[in-house]
Each structure stands twice: as structure tokens, then as C-alpha cells.
């Protein structure tokens, strides 16, 4: 079974990450991993963090000689923050440490930081933010890049792009060679693969730089390669449509989740929605004429691509800030404000593309298994001729 956790507060020394179940023998990219950590870091409307985190992950355990082992895999990335914070959040009592920390008493509408105080009970929401922060997503993006890697074995690869920014919206369906494009484009400042629609991102972006606020948005993960037969209908947890559900939910800020056509087919006729099947002797496989679906049936992976939205709400730390209640006194005050990103489209684009990747990745080893790659090479290939000759 394919596992990971993470762990570290935002302003903390580190953040780490664990993964354990790929098979060993999965070549390891360090170059790969670096490359998706600085695309979670771009995007017009990051804030000052971006400036001082250099994200690089560091392998601890389980990669030997440019290869998984089958051991868990550990790793750290720095946060360079942590100079400025070493006095705020120190790990041992300190003597007098108290003028030194940075109390947050003011709780942020929109963030953990009530919900977490009272759960926690912390009249402080400062060790709250500290995990809750999206900051964490850089782990995630580490531990995706594995999934990224085994996945790209079997000719898998899965990518993301912009569909809206605020009110601004990509209104058309993007090309798989746009998306790839975009990928590869760090340049983009918003990662949408239509130049006129970001050029009206970027101004909705700059509008509401200028005015205090801040935007949200929607992302679009797109899964090319994989088989059918992932996942299952046989039982509600194993449907692969609710675990990829789950799994983009889980991403700071994203509010809902859309496969596919999902939203536009809830006020559609079923004549419109569903993709007709046809057959493809040429490949010896079955296709579809479209792809309303988003490439899962029953919760079944059908062939075509994994096409999953992620909607993100406006970022919540506001330059303008709202009215809160502080935790102590409990008088009305302005919610505190902290160095924070006005739009995050493109980066969630890159989170939600490493909680896909994974996701899928345990979906392809239950079903293809494998202690070493070379077993999982064989299942599938396995399955492959059984698919031919369907
Ligand atoms: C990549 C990324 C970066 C984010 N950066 C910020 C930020 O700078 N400021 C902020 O208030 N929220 C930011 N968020 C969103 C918050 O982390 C999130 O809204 C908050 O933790 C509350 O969780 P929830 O919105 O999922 O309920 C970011 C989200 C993502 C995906």
C-alpha cells in the first residue's frame, strides 16, 4: 500500500515528508523533484515568501545509489525562514523566550486558527497556523514527485493548468500539447494556456493586489496513460472518483472538486453527457468519442484521461482585514495579518498534481502490486495482453 505523511510548522526549522510502499528499483530524479518544488513556488500573486524559500528536498532514507530500495523513503526540506523564527518558536523552553514569541491572538476568518484554538486549546493560534499553513504543500509536492516518477514508467504523466482566476475564466477546452507546454513554460505567470484569458487573470490579480484583497480560482489536473481497471465499484471506499475527491480536498483553500464535466452535466440531458463507445481495432482497445466523464466510470478508471478540477476559494489572509474576536479579551478587532499570497491558482495547480500522481500511483500498485519494479513491470505488462486479446 502506498502511504505518505508529512510533518513541520511552517516557520519551522523543516518540513518532511514520508512514503513508503513503491516498489524498489524506481530510478530517482533528483533533478525531477527540484523541478516540481520550484514550480510550487511560482505564480503572479505569491507573496514575500516565495522570495526567501529556495525549496530543495533532501533524501534521508530509502534512495540508494539513484534508486527506492523498498525501504520508507524519508525527506526534509529546509525552510530558510527559520532564521527569522529560531527565537519565536524555539523547541526547548526557553528562558525569557516570551518577548520573543509572536503571539496571534487576532483569528484569521477563513483560516484554523479559531476552530484549531479551541481544539487545541491554545489561547494562542500561532502553533496552529504554524501546521495549517499551505506551507506544507511543499512536502506534498516532494512526496508526488514519487508518484510522478513511478507513474512515468508506464508511459503515465499527469499535469496541470489554469481554468479561472477570480472572475476571469479559460473558456474553451485546452490541448493536451498546450498543457504540456504550459508545464514546461516557468515563465507563465498565471499557467494558463491561453495568452489573451491571462493576460485578464494577470489584471484580476493586480487588481486586487492594489485594493488589499485576494482571489481564488480553478485548477485543472489532467492524468494522460493510464489503463482501465484502476480502482473499483465494488465497494464505496475503493471508487477511485471518491479517493481523487478526497485527495484534492485535502489541498489548503480548495472548497470543491469537479471530474470532469461534472458541474455542466448536473444541468444537462444524459444524451449529452454520456461519451459514446466505440472500438479502436487499430490499438485493440475500446475508446470514447469524448470525455464528459473525466476518465472514470463506476470508479473505474476507463482509459481516457483523469480530468480533475480542484475550486479554490480567495485566499483568507487579507491586507484589508476583516473583523475577529480576539481570543482573550474577546473585544472586536482587525484579524491579524501575515505576510500572505493574493493568488495561488498555479501553485495549487502544481499541489493538486502531486496529490493526483499520488493517489493514482496507489491505485496503479494495488492493482499491479510489485516489491520490486521489475514484478510491477511484469503485472502490467500482464494485464496488457489480457486487454489486448479482451
Ligand atoms: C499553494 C497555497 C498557498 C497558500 N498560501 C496562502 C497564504 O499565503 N495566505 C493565506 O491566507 N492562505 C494561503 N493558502 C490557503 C490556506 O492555507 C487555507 O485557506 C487555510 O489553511 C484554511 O484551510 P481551508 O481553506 O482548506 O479551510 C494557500 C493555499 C495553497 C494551496
Known amino acids: 500500500m502506498l502511504r505518505f505523511v508529512t510533518a513541520g510548522e511552517s516557520h519551522g526549522q523543516a518540513l518532511v515528508a514520508w512514503i513508503s510502499g513503491l516498489p524498489a528499483g ?11 518544488l520550484h514550480r510550487r513556488q511560482l ?5 514575500g515568501r516565495q522570495r526567501i524559500e529556495k525549496d530543495q528536498a533532501d533524501i534521508l532514507a530509502g534512495v540508494r545509489h539513484g534508486q527506492t530500495i523498498g525501504a520508507p523513503i524519508a525527506l526534509r526540506i529546509e525552510n530558510r525562514d527559520w532564521k527569522n523564527w529560531e527565537q ?10 516570551e518577548d520573543a514569541q509572536r503571539h496571534l491572538t487576532a483569528p484569521r476568518p477563513g483560516h484554523a486558527d479559531l476552530p484549531g484554538a479551541q481544539k487545541f486549546n491554545f489561547h494562542d493560534a500561532r502553533y496552529i497556523l504554524e501546521r495549517a499553513s499551505a506551507r506544507e504543500t511543499a512536502a506534498r509536492v516532494a512526496a508526488g514527485a514519487f508518484a510522478k516518477l513511478l507513474l512515468a514508467q508506464f508511459g503515465v504523466s499527469v499535469l496541470s493548468h489554469t481554468i479561472a482566476v477570480g472572475h476571469v475564466r479559460l473558456e474553451r ?10 508545464c514546461a513554460n516557468l515563465e507563465s505567470p498565471l499557467r494558463c494556456v491561453d495568452s489573451a484569458t491571462e493576460a485578464r487573470m494577470i489584471a484580476e490579480v493586480d487588481h486586487v493586489l492594489r485594493a488589499g484583497d485576494s482571489v481564488g480560482g480553478v485548477f485543472e489536473v489532467v492524468a494522460r496513460g493510464l489503463p ?6 465494488a465497494q464505496w471506499d475503493e471508487k477511485l472518483d471518491a479517493q481523487l475527491a478526497r485527495a484534492v480536498m485535502s489541498v489548503q483553500a480548495v472548497k470543491a472538486v469537479e471530474l470532469g464535466a461534472g458541474v455542466a452535466g448536473a444541468a444537462s ?3 449529452e453527457v454520456q461519451d459514446e463507445i466505440r472500438y479502436d481495432p487499430a490499438r485493440h482497445r475500446f475508446d470514447r468519442s469524448s470525455n464528459r466523464a473525466g476518465g472514470l466510470e463506476g470508479g473505474i478508471t476507463n ?11 480567495p485566499i483568507s489572509t487579507l491586507r484589508r482585514a476583516l473583523l475577529t474576536a480576539d481570543l482573550n479579551t474577546k473585544e472586536a478587532v482587525k484579524a491579524a495579518y501575515e505576510r500572505s499570497d493574493v493568488c495561488v491558482v498555479p501553485a495549487g495547480g502544481v499541489v493538486g498534481e502531486a496529490m493526483v500522481a499520488l493517489t493514482l500511483a496507489g491505485a496503479f ?3 499491479f502490486g510489485g516489491d520490486s519494479l521489475e514484478e510491477t513491470r511484469r503485472n502490467f505488462d500482464g494485464y496488457q495482453r489480457q486487454l489486448d486479446k479482451f
Open 26 to 36: 524506481l530510478p530517482v530524479d533528483l533533478g525531477f523533484i527540484g523541478h516540481d
Open 173 to 182: 477546452e485546452a490541448a493536451w500539447d498546450e498543457i504540456v507546454a504550459i
Open 88 to 97: 519565536a518558536l524555539p523547541v526547548a523552553l526557553a528562558e525569557g523566550a
Open 269 to 271: 440531458y444524459g444524451s
Open 365 to 367: 500498485l494495488e492493482k
Open 303 to 313: 482509459g481516457q484521461d483523469i480530468v480533475v478540477r480542484g475550486y479554490l476559494k
Open 43 to 47: 505564480g503572479h500573486g505569491r507573496g
Open 228 to 233: 482501465p481497471g484502476l480502482g473499483s465499484h
